[in-house]
């Protein structure tokens, strides 16, 4: 199965991006700033 070279592309820049901003080290920080909160706020 070939995958065209745009596919690659965007591929690796999905990579680039998630390598960049760490999603899942990103949850406590996210998990201790809406700690306390209300659903409303």
Do not use: H, Q, W
Request: hydrophobic letters at 50%; proline letters at 7%.
């Amino acid at each position: 199965m070939t995958f065209s070279p745009e596919y690659t592309l965007y591929a690796k820049a999905l990579v680039g991006v998630l390598a960049i901003v760490n999603p899942m080290g990103a949850i406590p920080i996210f998990l201790s700033l809406c700690a306390g909160r209300t659903l409303d706020e």
